[in-house]
């Protein structure tokens, strides 16, 4: 089993930055890809960044790209998302989660961290 427990979230106005965290506790994340995902009320949930945690190569959506960096510290197991020029449509749960490198599904989720962006 993995555990993620996210954190960081918070009200900010556009233009902001805002780091989230996503600590990770449970089984060897060598052959696991991290990801960050975001869902705003009304709309489907929608790919942001990921990272494999071997080799730290990382790939971002369309959304925020440019605006977003994903990074993990191994040692503390934990995955970092850096978003910066935040904009109000960026307002959504963020959520962080992991999949055994080859799968199509990501099988482990975090609950969640706020995000909102005012205007």
């Known amino acids: 089993q993995v555990a993620l427990v996210e954190s960081g979230g918070g009200s900010v106005q556009a233009g902001g930055s805002l780091r989230l965290s996503c600590v990770v506790s449970?089984?060897?994340?060598?052959?696991?890809?991290m990801g960050w995902f975001r869902q705003a009320p009304g709309k489907e949930r929608e790919f942001v960044a990921a990272?494999?945690?071997?080799?730290?190569?990382?790939a971002y959506g369309d959304s925020m790209k440019g605006r977003t960096s994903i990074s993990r510290d191994a040692a503390k197991k934990t995955l970092w998302l850096q978003m910066n020029s935040l904009k109000p449509e960026d307002t959504a749960v963020y959520s962080c989660?992991?999949?055994?490198?080859?799968?199509?599904?990501?099988?482990?989720w975090g609950q969640g961290t706020q995000v909102t962006v005012s205007s």
């Open positions: 449970g089984r060897t994340l060598i052959n696991y890809v």
């Open positions: 990272l494999t945690w071997s080799e730290g190569r990382s």
């Open positions: 989660a992991a999949k055994r490198r080859g799968e199509s599904e990501y099988e482990f």
